[in-house]
């Protein structure tokens, strides 16, 4: 080691922050070289007078009120609030700025809730329509039946031939509409 | 004196209006009548034309000669049997597992109907349709369109 790197290394030496190959290697320049022995000699006794007089070192009263007065002389910053530093100064325009966020927020609340209503009214609109038809296409599917003589359906019909009497909606049969001639 | 003249001013008037329109109307109306006969005797053909298609399974011809039908010249009269039509069409599509040509055949005809409850009614079955196969984003929007129309139906 040389004294370079011995000088480098003192104070955390003198503080055992090294690990100990290094301290070993420090402790042995210093046993060699003079020079660097004075300097850590030095560095321990200004660590120990430290260590020795830490706490009763006390300033004076005058430092304390001399720097109490600068500090009152000093000019107070300006707080920042960014783009709201006028709502501090202006109350009127705090309560506008208020009232303006409160109607804002009132109408969006209003806007979602008719959204959600009317996509509640859709979806129970669309369900109705669905229902309808799948009810049709069900009747659909056991006239495919009924054409093609599945005899459970012949038998589930019976004799009975009495007309619909809630036949409002499509009906499952179809005459070509545009027939001008009787049959 | 003066409202009196008004009066048979208006009695003079609303009689030669009737001298002139009566004729011409009794005129038109047969005529009207012809057309609509004819019409509706091609259509009759070519509701059969679609129905021997359809059996034949030829569902891209049943399709285009179904539009056949919609593209006559038809008076607002006529729109309730046309819808029904359109509608059976649709379900004969349906039920031959061809919904994407029910679909076509709704969105070509579309056009022809000017009654908004017929429009409503086609959206409807569109949406329907398209639930059907899956596609239930643009389902739901159908039947928005669907839900607009009637409510400019019902507005007084």
């Known amino acids: ?183 | 004196m003066r409202f009196g003249s008004l009066r048979l001013r208006r009695r003079i008037l609303s009689r030669a209006f009737f001298a002139f329109m009566l004729p011409l109307t009794l005129l038109y109306l047969p005529a009207q009548d012809l057309d609509l006969k004819k019409t509706k005797s091609v259509a009759e053909s070519q509701h059969e034309i679609v129905i021997i298609l359809l059996g034949k399974k030829e569902f891209v011809r049943a399709q285009e000669e179904a539009n056949k039908i919609f593209q006559m010249k038809w008076p607002q009269s006529q729109e309730p049997v046309l819808l029904k039509e359109l509608l059976w069409f649709s379900d004969k599509f349906l039920d031959s597992g061809q919904p994407e040509l029910a679909v076509r055949l709704l969105e070509t005809n579309l056009s022809t109907f000017k009654d908004n409850g017929s429009k409503a009614a086609i959206w409807k079955e569109k949406g329907y349709l398209l639930k059907r196969m899956g596609q239930d984003d643009k389902a739901l929007d159908c039947f928005r369109e669907a839900q607009r129309l009637e409510k400019i139906k019902l507005r007084p």
């Open chain 1, 1 to 183: 080691m040389d004294c370079r790197q011995c000088g480098d290394d003192l104070t955390a030496y003198l503080d055992g922050e090294i690990p100990d190959s290094v301290a070993e290697q420090i402790r042995r320049h210093l046993e060699e070289c003079r020079s660097c022995h004075a300097e850590y000699q030095e560095l321990r006794d200004s660590a120990s007078f430290v260590e020795l007089h830490a706490g009763e070192i006390e300033p004076a009263p005058e430092i304390w009120n001399n720097l109490r007065a600068r500090i009152a002389e000093m000019p107070v910053p300006a707080e920042s609030f960014g783009y709201f530093h006028f709502l501090v100064m202006n109350r009127w325009a705090a309560a506008a700025v208020t009232l303006a966020a409160m109607v804002v927020l009132a109408v969006g609340l209003l806007g979602y809730m008719q959204h959600q209503q009317s996509e509640r009214e859709l979806e129970s609109y669309m369900n109705e329509y669905i229902e309808m038809r799948t009810i049709m296409e069900r009747l659909h599917s056991l006239q495919m039946m009924e054409a093609h003589g599945d005899p459970s359906i012949i038998e589930a019909i019976g004799s009975s031939q009495m007309e619909n009497p809630f036949a409002s909606i499509r009906p499952v049969s179809f005459d070509n509409p545009f027939r001008t001639e009787e049959k």
